[in-house]
C-alpha cells in the first residue's frame, strides 16, 4: 500500500500556483520496491487546473489538462505530444474550483480542490490516500493500516457516543467522504446510521444524494433492508428526486463493492408502495443497464399495483419484459397477470398462460383457476357458466382442490345467470366437499331468489343462515329490501330498514335508493322524497342513483318541469349524470314525441361523455321508429356501427318491427335473415314480431330454414 505525503508551498512562477514538492510515494506491493521522489506543480486560472508533467514522468503517464468550471461535465486528457487528442472522464461532481473535492487518479482526475482537503489514489499501484492542507504541511497521512485504525477510532467514538471527540475527529471530512471510508473497511451498518442520523440531527447537515447512497450500500451489505427501505423513503420524497439520477449516484458511490440488487427491490416495492408506478417501471428497465436483475417478488409487487389501479396494458408489457429479461416467473406472477387478463374480459389469453405456466415449471394453483373461473362467471355471454363448470373439472382432475372462493364465485355466477337451480346444487357439493357457507355465500342464494321474485325463499334463507350462526351484513339486507320492492311491499322493506339499525348496522345510499325506487315504481313521489329527507339527514348525501329514480319517477308521470329542477339541482351539488339518466330521458322524449330533442340529448353524450350503450342507441330508434321515420332510425344504426357499438338482438328487434309497421315487409325479411345469418339467437320478442307484424298481417316471411 503506498503512502502519499507533502507539503504544499506556493508555486512562485505563477500568481494563483502552488506545487507539491518532496512528495513521497511508499509501496508495499508488488509493483513498487523503492522510494520515489517528485514534484507536483500545478496552477488554477480561471477555473482551469493545470497539472505539470514532472508528476507522472517516472511512471511514463502524460500530463493533464482538467477544465472544471462549473458549467462543463466532463474533462479531458491532453497530451505532451502536442497531438490533441482527447478523452472524456466524467466528473464525480461539478463545482467551481473553490468548492471541489479532489480525487487524484494518474489515469483517471475526477476533482481538485482548490483549498482545503484533497484525496488521492492511485489506481492500479495500491491505494494511496493523502489529506493535505493549501499553503500546511499535511496533517492527516493514510496508510492501509492507518485508515483502518482511523476507522476503528471512529466507530468507537461513535459507538460509545462521544459526539464532541467524533465530530473533532472527522472535522476534515464531508458526511459523504467519511461514509465512503466506512463504506470502504466495511464498518458496523449500525453505527454508519447511527453517525448519519447524527450529522443530520446535531448539525442540521442537509445529506446529499451522494451520501445517502452510499449510507445504502453500507445498510444493504449488512442485509438491514429495513432501514434501508426508510432511506429509499427519504430519497423518493426530494422534490428533485430522479430515478435516473439515483441509479448513477448508487453506481458512483459503491467504492468497488458490487451494486446490490436488494437496493433496486426494495427501491421497486417502495415506488410501489407510494403510487410512483412509472418511476417504478423506469427502475426496472434501467436496472439491466447496470447487469442488476431484480427479483421476481418486487417485480410482483409492481404489476399487482400496476392491475390494481388498472393499467393493465402496463402491466402486460411489465410482464414482457421480464420475460425477454429470463427473469423467471412464478405463480404469482402468472395469477397476476391472468386477473389482468381476466378483467379486461380476454380470458382466451388469460387461459392460454396456462400452457406458458408449464413452460416455466410452474402449476397453477387453486388462485389460478378461481381466477379464471371468476372472469368467466363475470363474462356476461351465454354459455359463460358452462365454461366456469369446464374449469372446476379441470381444477379437480389435477387434484387442486375447490375452495369457498371457488364455489362462492360460481353460486354467485349461476345466480346472476338467473339459474337458482344451478346455484342450490352446487351449495349441496360444497357442502359435500366440507366447505361451509360464509355470509358472502348466502348474500349471493339471497339475491338470487329475489331477483327471481322469491322473496319468500329468500327471507327463509335468510332465516338459516342465523340458525348455522352466520351473521347477516348490510348486503343481506339490501338485497331483503330490494326483493320486498320488487313486489311493492315498501313498508316490510321500512320494517327492515329500522332492524338494520337494532343490529347496530348503518345503513347506506344503496338501502335508501332501493326504498326510494321501490316509492317511485307505485307513483309515491312524496313518500320517496321523505326517504331523501332522511338520508341526508343521517348525513347520507344523495348520489346519482338517487337522482336517476327520483327522475325516472316524475318521467314516468309526464312532470319534466320537476325533472329539469333535480337536473339542476345535481349540477349545483356537483353530481355528474351518467348513461342511465340520459337513457331514462331519451325515453321519456321519446314517448312524448319528442324524438329531435332526444337526439340532442344522444349528441350531447357523444361530445362530453358518459358514453352511449346499447340501450341509448336502441331507445332512440324505437323512437324513430314509432314517429314513422325509419330513414333516421336506420341512419342511427350506421352511426353506431361507425362507433364501434354492431346491432344486438335488441337493435334488429326494434328495426324489424318499424319496417313491418312501415308496410316494407320484404326490408324486414332481408333484416330477419341478415340477424340469423351472424349466428343471433331470437328472443321472445323477436318471435312475436313475426308473428304479429308478420304471419298475422298475412306475410309468410322466407327463413331460409332457419325456423323448424
Known amino acids: 500500500m503506498a503512502i502519499f505525503r507533502g507539503r504544499l508551498t506556493r508555486f512562485k512562477s505563477s500568481k494563483n ?36 508533467s514532472q508528476f507522472f514522468q517516472q511512471q511514463c503517464i502524460p500530463p493533464y489538462s482538467m477544465h472544471l468550471n462549473s458549467n462543463l461535465s466532463h474533462t479531458h486528457h491532453q497530451f505532451p505530444n502536442q497531438n490533441q487528442r482527447k478523452c472524456p472522464i466524467p466528473l464525480l461532481s461539478v463545482k467551481p474550483v473553490s468548492q471541489i473535492r479532489c480525487l487524484f487518479r494518474p489515469e483517471n482526475i475526477n476533482s481538485l480542490s482548490h483549498s482545503g482537503v484533497c484525496t488521492c489514489f492511485v489506481q492500479n499501484h495500491d491505494l494511496v490516500r493523502g489529506l493535505c492542507t493549501v499553503n500546511q504541511p499535511a496533517r492527516i497521512a493514510f496508510s492501509a493500516d492507518d485508515a483502518e485504525e482511523f476507522v476503528k477510532k471512529t466507530c468507537s467514538l461513535i459507538k460509545k457516543r462521544r459526539w464532541r471527540a467524533l465530530n473533532s475527529a472527522v472535522s476534515e471530512l464531508t458526511p459523504s467522504e467519511f461514509l465512503q471510508l466506512l463504506l470502504g473497511w466495511k464498518a458496523d451498518a449500525k453505527l454508519a446510521l447511527r453517525y448519519f442520523k447524527w450529522a443530520e440531527r446535531e448539525h442540521g447537515v442537509k445529506h446529499t444524494s451522494e451520501s445517502y447512497c452510499t449510507l445504502l450500500h453500507i445498510l444493504a451489505r449488512a442485509k438491514r433492508h429495513g432501514a434501508v427501505q426508510v432511506q429509499l423513503q ?5 422534490e428533485n428526486h430522479s430515478t435516473a439520477a439515483f441509479f448513477h449516484m448508487l453506481a458512483k458511490t459503491r467504492n468497488r463493492c458490487p451494486l446490490n440488487p436488494a437496493i433496486v427491490d426494495i427501491l421497486i416495492v417502495v415506488y410501489a408502495q407510494n403510487d410512483m408506478l412509472a418511476e ?23 404489476l399487482d399495483a400496476l392491475v390494481k389501479t388498472r393499467q393493465t396494458e402496463m402491466a402486460r408489457k411489465v410482464y414482457w419484459a421480464l420475460i425477454r429479461r429470463r427473469i423467471t416467473p412464478n405463480v404469482n406472477t402468472f395469477n397476476i397477470v391472468i386477473h389482468a387478463l381476466s378483467k379486461e374480459g380476454k380470458l382466451q389469453k388469460a387461459t392460454d398462460l396456462l400452457t406458458d405456466m408449464q413452460s416455466w415449471g410452474c402449476s397453477p394453483n387453486a388462485i389460478t383457476y378461481n381466477t379464471l373461473i371468476d372472469g368467466h362467471c363475470k363474462k356476461g355471454i351465454i354459455g359463460k357458466m358452462y365454461k366456469a363448470k369446464e374449469l372446476l373439472n379441470e381444477m379437480l382432475v389435477k387434484g387442486l382442490f375447490p375452495t369457498q372462493v371457488t364455489y362462492n364465485t360460481l353460486i354467485d355466477g349461476y345466480c346472476k345467470e338467473g339459474d337458482g337451480a344451478a346455484a342450490f346444487k352446487m351449495l349441496e357439493k360444497m357442502k359435500e366437499n366440507g366447505i361451509l357457507p360464509n355470509v358472502v355465500t348466502y348474500n349471493a342464494l339471497i339475491c338470487g331468489l329475489c331477483n327471481e321474485d322469491k322473496t319468500e325463499e329468500a327471507f327463509n334463507l335468510h332465516g338459516e343462515m342465523q340458525e348455522k350462526g352466520v351473521v347477516p351484513s348490510l348486503i343481506t339486507y339490501n338485497s331483503l329490501i330490494n326483493g320486498l320492492c320488487k313486489n311493492g311491499q315498501t313498508i316490510k322493506g321500512e320494517e327492515l330498514l329500522d332492524e338494520i339499525t337494532r343490529k347496530g348496522l348503518v345503513p347506506n345510499s344503496v338501502t335508501y335508493n332501493t326504498l326510494i325506487d321501490g316509492y317511485r315504481k307505485k307513483g309515491e313521489m312524496q313518500e320517496a322524497f321523505r326517504l331523501l329527507g332522511c338520508m341526508i339527514k343521517k348525513g347520507i348525501h344523495a348520489n346519482v342513483s338517487t337522482y336517476n329514480a327520483l327522475i325516472n319517477g316524475f318521467c314516468k308521470i309526464g312532470k319534466m318541469k320537476e325533472t329539469e329542477k333535480l337536473l339542476d339541482e345535481m349540477a349545483e351539488k356537483n353530481v355528474k349524470a351518467d348513461v342511465i339518466t340520459y337513457n331514462i330521458l331519451i325515453s321519456a322524449l321519446c314517448q312524448q314525441g319528442r324524438t329531435p330533442k332526444a337526439n340532442k340529448l344522444l349528441n350531447e353524450m357523444l361530445e362530453v361523455g358518459p358514453a352511449p350503450n346499447y340501450l341509448t342507441y336502441n331507445t332512440l330508434m324505437n323512437g324513430f321508429c314509432e314517429e314513422d321515420d325509419i330513414k333516421s332510425a336506420l341512419r342511427l344504426r350506421k352511426e353506431m356501427a361507425k362507433r364501434g357499438r354492431w346491432a344486438n338482438i335488441s337493435t334488429y328487434n326494434v328495426l324489424i318491427k318499424g319496417l313491418c309497421r312501415k308496410g316494407k315487409m320484404q326490408d324486414a325479411n332481408e333484416l330477419l335473415n341478415e340477424m340469423l345469418e351472424k349466428g343471433m339467437t331470437p328472443n321472445h320478442v323477436t318471435y312475436n314480431v313475426v308473428r304479429e307484424e308478420m304471419i298475422e298481417k298475412g306475410f309468410v316471411p322466407d327463413i331460409e330454414g332457419h325456423f323448424t
Open 17 to 52: 500556483g502552488y506545487s507539491i514538492t518532496k512528495c513521497n510515494v511508499i509501496t508495499r506491493s508488488e509493483f513498487f520496491h523503492s522510494q520515489h521522489q517528485f514534484s507536483f506543480p500545478f496552477n488554477t486560472e480561471e477555473n482551469n487546473l493545470i497539472i505539470h
Open 234 to 238: 427519504h430519497i423518493i420524497s426530494q
Open 280 to 302: 417504478a417501471v423506469e427502475a426496472i428497465n434501467r436496472s439491466q443497464f447496470y447487469e442488476l436483475s431484480p427479483s421476481i417478488i418486487s417485480c410482483n409487487v409492481l
